[in-house]
């Protein structure tokens, strides 16, 4: 999703970066920017060096843990309310990993992104396997064992 940060004469002015960014990397930035500090309990990173034009140490991936509200989804027709997803993210792909779908794979950088679906695609494997890996390290790092479960359900690990 897009985002779009202004703050003429703290902020260059007409710049486009296009870097993954996570929600959890607004208060970071927002503090950074005002120069307060912020918890180390949050999970993103300020953003601050990167809207200045430093990407050294800016994210080469972002993960998203999707469960829906029940309370929401009861209300949806046919929704799924024991699904769960996770996704990896970079500035070229993304893989979803879903107890309920297929796994989709997707280049961000194709003229219609998140259209069609690579993951069937045998010249796929090596991105697979790259994404899958960066998927099973953060799992593992912040101790979802959904991520685990879902890379052994479509046996990609």
């Known amino acids: 999703m897009p985002l779009i940060i ?3 004469g703290v902020l260059p002015k007409g710049k486009q970066i296009d870097n993954v960014f996570s929600t959890a990397d607004l208060a970071p ?3 950074d920017l005002c120069d ?9 990173q300020s953003a601050k060096r990167l809207l200045a034009g430093d990407q050294s140490g800016w994210h080469k991936d972002i993960f998203i843990q999707n469960t ?11 929704a799924d309310i024991e ?13 979803i990993l879903n107890t309920s779908r297929k796994p989709e794979l997707y280049d961000r950088t194709s003229p219609t992104p998140d259209k069609e679906n690579l993951f069937s695609k045998p010249e796929a494997k090596k991105v697979i396997a790259d994404l899958t890996e960066r998927l099973a390290a953060w799992g593992e790092k912040t101790g979802d064992k959904m991520t685990t479960q879902l890379i ?6």
């Open 68 to 78: 829906p509200y029940p309370e929401k989804s009861k209300k949806k027709a046919g």
């Open 6 to 8: 202004s703050w003429p």
């Open 152 to 157: 052994r359900q479509w046996r990609l690990g």
């Open 36 to 44: 307060l500090p912020w918890p180390g309990t949050l999970h993103g």
């Open 83 to 95: 699904m769960r997803e996770r996704c990896v993210v970079t500035n070229r792909w993304k893989l």
């Open 29 to 31: 930035t927002i503090l």
